[in-house]
């Protein structure tokens, strides 16, 4: 089955600095690639998502890579503010139709963002 | 629409008791997700139904975990007996799959599992 690593699993930055996270995924079949927010205490919430036949995607100050070929797709925040602390998972999934109905999600470890005044 | 709806938010029992998590969809979309969230295993899918039914339950733990759809705004995660070892947040999740395309899984707000 899919496998998804992510790195780091803890990040610390300034406010106004840029966060970086990394996620690399095993099943090359995986097309949908998908950042998931939470807040502590709360629900995992989308923030921006990307399919495989897009190479970039840009939310004013979030933006998502995709390196198909090799196998890893990364999650940019700029101008990070203290509201962006929250731990953030990135994803992965088959394409539906291959997987017999509905888009099984398999999640990384998690990164706890902390953005420092 | 009211989102994802859990119940019971927290729950406490012993080990050995039956307990039951419930879970009602987003009016409309057709395929829901249970997953168990730790410290130590991140985010972890259970099982997952399309069309009220079940389409990999290969996450499942182990026997004492069942998990049950019987119509498409309604969803049961049970564990019986449970163990200390199954401390943890619970989420149901739900989606609307059509074909090929994907969309967003939109999360309820978790049950909170304690078993001492």
């Known amino acids: 089955g899919e496998n998804v690593e992510q790195h780091p699993s803890t990040l610390s930055v300034q406010e106004g600095d840029s966060a970086v996270i990394k996620c690399t995924y095993s099943?090359?079949?995986?097309?949908?690639f998908p950042w998931y927010k939470q807040e502590l205490g709360k629900r995992p919430q989308l923030i921006i998502d990307i399919r495989s036949n897009v190479g970039e995607k840009k939310d004013q100050r979030i933006a998502v890579t995709l390196n198909k070929t090799a196998k890893h797709f990364s999650l940019h925040i700029t101008e990070t503010q203290p509201e962006d602390s929250a731990v953030y998972f990135c994803?992965?999934?088959?394409?539906?139709?291959?997987?017999?109905?509905?888009?099984?999600?398999?999640f990384g470890t998690g990164t706890q963002l902390k953005v420092e005044l | 629409d009211a989102g994802v709806i859990q119940s019971p938010r927290h729950e406490v029992t012993e080990m050995g008791q039956e307990v039951t998590l419930r879970c009602k969809p987003i009016?409309?979309?057709?395929?829901l997700f249970w997953y168990r969230q730790t410290m130590m295993r991140g985010l972890e899918l259970l099982i997952y139904?399309?069309?009220?039914?079940?389409?990999?339950d290969s996450g499942m733990p182990e026997d004492r975990f069942s998990a049950k759809m019987p119509n498409a705004s309604f969803s049961t995660l049970k564990i019986q007996p449970s163990e200390p070892r199954d401390s943890a947040v619970y989420f149901c999740a739900s989606s609307f799959t059509s074909g090929s395309s994907y969309n967003e899984q939109f999360f309820g707000p978790g049950t909170r599992l304690t078993v001492l």
């Open positions: 139904f399309n069309n009220n039914v079940p389409i990999d």
């Open positions: 994803a992965a999934s088959i394409r539906p139709s291959l997987m017999g109905g509905g888009n099984k999600l398999t």
């Open positions: 009016s409309g979309h057709n395929s």
């Open positions: 099943d090359s079949a995986s097309n949908y």
